[in-house]
């Protein structure tokens, strides 16, 4: 099992900067990729970003390419999302999730941090 706990979010106007934090505990050598979503209210939970555990690489939804960028500390079991140039189309509750094998099933979930992005 692993244990996500994401950390970070808050109020911001638009075009300010966020970074969020997601930590893993527990069987974190079983991370595969680890990724963002967030969910709007009334919208589905959408993809924003994801990051292979071991060699960095990473794919980001592309309404955010070149805005935010995810990078983890493996010696911290964190993974981060530093958000840029917010808009106000980028407010949603974010979530931390992460794979054992995959880029497109998660098998772990955290329990999401707020963005508002609001003047």
């Known amino acids: 099992q692993v244990q996500l706990v994401e950390s970070g979010g808050g109020l911001v106007q638009p075009g300010d900067s966020l970074r969020l934090s997601c930590a893993a505990s527990?069987?974190?050598?079983?991370?595969?990729?680890m990724a963002w979503f967030r969910q709007a209210p009334g919208k589905e939970r959408e993809f924003v970003a994801t990051?292979?555990?071991?060699?960095?690489?990473?794919y980001y939804e592309d309404s955010v390419k070149g805005r935010f960028t995810i990078y983890r500390d493996n010696a911290k079991n964190t993974v981060y999302l530093q958000m840029n140039s917010l808009k106000t189309e980028d407010a949603a509750v974010y979530y931390c999730?992460?794979?054992?094998?995959?880029?497109?099933?998660?098998?772990?979930w955290g329990q999401g941090t707020q963005v508002t992005v609001s003047s």
């Open positions: 990051i292979n555990w071991n060699s960095g690489s990473a």
């Open positions: 999730a992460a794979s054992r094998g995959s880029y497109y099933k998660y098998d772990y």
């Open positions: 527990g069987s974190t050598g079983s991370i595969y990729t």
